[in-house]
């Protein structure tokens, strides 16, 4: 069976968003120093058609992602965009635009029906049926591994469930003081430390979850 | 002025000590495992009087943090052996038997007062006046840096005070589940990556913290 891999970017002290989310800030205060790092690579850039960006440590860590990943799952909040009165508003269309970044099937994990909604390369198909169900879907649709998209809620629910093989932390250099925890009741499941990755603005750690 | 960096093990879901402390777990429920990666080095097991242990990527880090430290600041659970009944026991001599691992000045936060305590090498001063005065008394007494060997609490302190100039974060691969938050409403200082040392099961961080 592929491998679930969750991958996310979190403040030193623990938050994958700020507080107070809007629809101007929907990772919350300070949130989009989270993921600084990647903006500031090409290889970020590229596919959201901006110019420029350099190319450093993290590139190989993104490249070495997206080669992987097959299909995707994120929780009903990354697709609309963050925490908020509108984040189950079924005329959403997310906040990814017209040209999503991520060309392979993405399944959102929600209580909504709603038909799937391609836009350019991306299809995202909404599962109602619970997180084995997204699971199932997602590793029906490819022979590569599923990455967990986030946010920090759908991998709390993987880990919980035992349902998660690795975890790619990458621990920006930002603290929020407030938000939503990465780990928040999580309990103790046993680490494997596979490695950490020592790059500029960010330090990328990878674990495997021991079942 | 000589610098104030604080260094302390983490687990990756920013606990410094587990749930239920107790005098023969002071560090809680799966504690042990924030510092299995120092137990197993050489340069650790030496100063405590044991034998083997490896030399590996950690063992240079350990290094540098000893041969620039020349006081140290504890809160006083750190002195007393963790949370519990006993921690405020004026006979207590600390957990730390009758030859220290420090071998150099201690300052303990504490609200007691009480005579200073010398085992083997190392002088206690218990510090009634305050985390500034710690601060003050442990500058005086050196010429090199002032380490906050910890808890938790103590290094929250001296952060929301403005004082800590670095920070450096030993993630160890384990999840607690619960216990002592390094970072619990610490606020948003601003951070800068200093780097991150790949070392066998644990991720050394290091963080200047600006002004």
């Known amino acids: 069976m592929t491998t679930l891999f969750a991958e996310i970017s979190m403040s030193l002290d623990g938050y994958v968003a700020g507080p107070n989310p809007t629809l101007d800030e929907p990772l919350g205060e300070g949130g989009e120093g989270l993921h600084e790092w990647g903006f500031a690579l090409k290889e970020w850039r590229e596919p959201h058609g901006r110019e420029g960006g350099e190319t450093n440590a993290s590139s190989e860590v993104m490249a070495e992602s ?22 189950d508003d079924p005329k959403a269309k997310g906040w990814w635009g017209d040209e999503p970044p991520f060309h392979h099937p993405v399944f959102v994990l929600t209580h909504h029906e709603r ?17 084995e169900s997204a699971l199932d879907q997602a590793r029906q649709a490819t022979d590569k591994d599923v990455a967990i998209a986030g946010g920090g809620q759908a991998i709390q629910q993987y880990l919980r469930a035992g ?3 690795e975890l790619h932390v990458n621990v920006a250099p930002v603290m929020l003081g407030g938000g939503v925890r990465l780990f928040e009741d ?24 021991l079942k």
Do not use: K, Q
């Open 66 to 87: 997206l080669a992987r990943t097959g299909t995707a799952i994120m929780g009903r909040r990354m697709f609309s965009g963050g925490a908020g009165p509108w984040e």
């Open 115 to 131: 038909d799937p909604l391609t836009l350019g390369e991306t299809t995202f198909t909404f599962v109602t049926g619970g997180i």
């Open 163 to 165: 349902l998660l093989d």
């Open 186 to 209: 999580t309990g103790r499941p046993d680490l494997e430390l596979i490695g950490a990755v020592d790059a500029p603005g960010v330090t990328h750690l990878s674990y495997r979850v």
